[in-house]
T-cell receptor, first 113, second 114 residues
């Protein structure tokens, strides 16, 4: 069975500090990977997607970057956090051959102070 | 401009009652529509996906319909349970591949009381 794991579960960070959020998918090779962001009480927005190792496409940047260093790993990061980065970050995956099937991780909650 | 509108914004029902959630959208093309359940502070869990014109799906106490002509979907929850308390999110995909965009509604917050 496939599993998706996000880390950290929650984090409080200072404005201007760096951030790294991770996502790992086990049990599925070459998944499509996605990052989504949800402001508190807001609507989910797609940030990035990746269909293969080393390739990441940006949908909405929000002064964030993403990388896929391994087939099963997707990293979201920034060198300098802004207050507006606070929210809930969700990683998701879909099988390569099916773009309308989507599985979400449990999310990482970020509070920037 | 919001392309996926959900109503009502929030809803309170008593345990055991049925409820209906609405989703209207303007996304074009509309390849598929999916309903998700999101518990507070948690990830999204897929309830059902609708693909074809006039699709109807059923997943236990959840059933959904899609009218692509009207660009409208409904999610029915029968015999609600306390655990159904959550936000229900309607998502429209413009393609059936990773290259497509997903358009999210703001969700309907359902509260089930004893």
């Amino acid at each position: 069975a496939q599993t998706i794991h996000q880390w950290p579960v929650a984090e409080i960070k200072a404005v201007g500090s760096p951030l790294s959020l991770g996502c790992t998918i086990k049990g599925k090779s070459s998944p499509n990977l996605y990052w989504y962001w949800q402001a508190t009480g807001g609507t989910l927005q797609q940030l990035f997607y990746s269909i293969t190792v080393g390739q990441v496409e940006s949908v909405v940047q929000l002064n964030l970057s993403a990388s896929r260093p391994k087939d099963d790993q997707f990293i979201l990061s920034t060198e300098k956090l802004l207050l507006s980065h606070s929210g809930f970050y969700l990683c998701a995956w879909s099988p390569t051959d099916s773009g309308n099937t989507l599985y979400f991780g449990e999310g990482s909650r970020l509070i920037v102070v | 401009k919001t392309q996926v509108e959900q109503s009502p914004q929030s809803l309170v029902v008593r345990q055991g009652e049925n409820c209906v959630l609405q989703c209207n959208y303007s996304v074009t093309p509309d390849n598929h529509l999916r309903w998700f359940k999101q518990d507070t502070g948690k990830g999204l869990v897929s309830l059902t996906v609708l693909v074809h014109e006039n699709d109807k799906t059923s997943n236990g106490r959840y059933s959904a319909t899609l009218d692509k002509d009207a660009k409208h979907s409904t999610l029915h929850i029968t015999a609600t349970l306390l655990d159904d308390t959550a936000t229900y999110i309607c998502v429209v995909g413009d393609r059936g591949s990773a290259l497509g965009r997903l358009h999210f509604g703001a969700g309907t917050q359902l509260i089930v009381i004893p």
